[in-house]
């Protein structure tokens, strides 16, 4: 992880290339980020009915969390007032809106000990998010409701970032895994390829500590997977993510190493203005 003051942010251009070439950057919290996280822990907070987030997994299982969370997803995804947190978000971190699409807002959450819970397997399986069909030109935007552990957030593996991956991405549909799932599982239906590397093939990684609201910016094929959280607590989260639209016009981005999945999910993102 590399703390913001490594890169120029005010150098757009220049900052969305260093994290093309493997660059992740952790940005400190700021209002726009901190406030984002207060709107969505209200959200959160009114669905649990005045439970600690944070203790969740003490009163309902995997399953039931889950279902807790799918219409959430669909909520801050589509409210137009999220979508004008998100920009001024972006500005905050020096990304024109108007020149980007998303991939919309996207609510997480990681029980303590959900790693043993039946169906949980795939959400902590290491992968690169363009195996799932999205662009090379990809930015991802993590940002923790909560301050968290290296036990509550994900490991990289850059030095993975230009080696080949064994992973079955060249058998991934964005259009089929949407019509059968839905964008974020909304559909509740099932899909039978979610590109992964293979099980044990890869030894395991530290995840990172962050506070509440701080900004983990990485490209889309940044190698990644969840930790196995064992804090005592449920870790909840955000992510988005944001494509240069004139990059991915002119072919920038990083360098696709081992992603057969065709960036189909670009058509599918929105603009923000």
């Not at 998100?86 to 020096?94: D, E, H, I, P, Y």
């Not at 701080?214 to 969840?226: E, K, N, P, R, V």
């Amino acid at each position: 992880m590399q703390p913001a003051e490594k890169h120029d942010v005010a150098d757009n251009a220049a900052f969305r290339g260093s994290i093309y070439n493997g660059a992740i950057v952790q940005l400190p919290a700021t209002p726009a980020s901190l406030q984002l996280c207060a709107a969505v822990n209200e959200v959160i907070e009114a669905a649990l009915q005045g439970k600690n987030p944070q203790r969740a997994h003490e009163v309902m299982d995997y399953n039931a969390l889950s279902a807790l969370v799918l219409p959430l997803r669909t909520d801050l995804a589509q409210t137009a007032n999220f979508h004008g947190l998100l920009k001024t978000l972006m500005a905050s971190a020096g990304f024109d809106a108007a020149e980007h699409v998303i991939d919309p807002l996207r609510l997480r959450s990681v029980m303590h000990n959900g790693h043993l819970s039946a169906g949980a397997e795939k959400a902590y399986a290491l992968h690169r998010d363009t195996w799932y069909g999205n662009p090379q030109a990809q930015i991802n935007w993590w940002i923790p409701l909560q301050d968290v552990s290296p036990a509550e957030t994900f490991a990289f593996y850059p030095a993975l970032f230009k080696t080949p991956v064994e992973n079955t991405s060249r058998d991934f549909d964005y259009a089929q895994l949407v019509g059968k799932a839905g964008w974020q599982g909304t559909k509740g239906g099932t899909y039978a390829n979610y590109p992964a590397a293979p099980a044990n093939s890869i030894a395991p990684a530290a995840g990172f500590a962050a506070k509440k609201g701080d900004i983990i910016l990485f490209s889309a094929a940044q190698l990644h997977g969840t930790c196995r959280n064992d804090s005592g607590r449920t870790r909840w989260s955000l992510d988005f993510r944001s494509v240069h639209m004139d990059d991915h016009a002119k072919g920038r981005g990083a360098i696709n190493i081992d992603n057969g999945s065709a960036p189909t999910a670009y058509d599918s993102y929105l603009r923000l203005t």
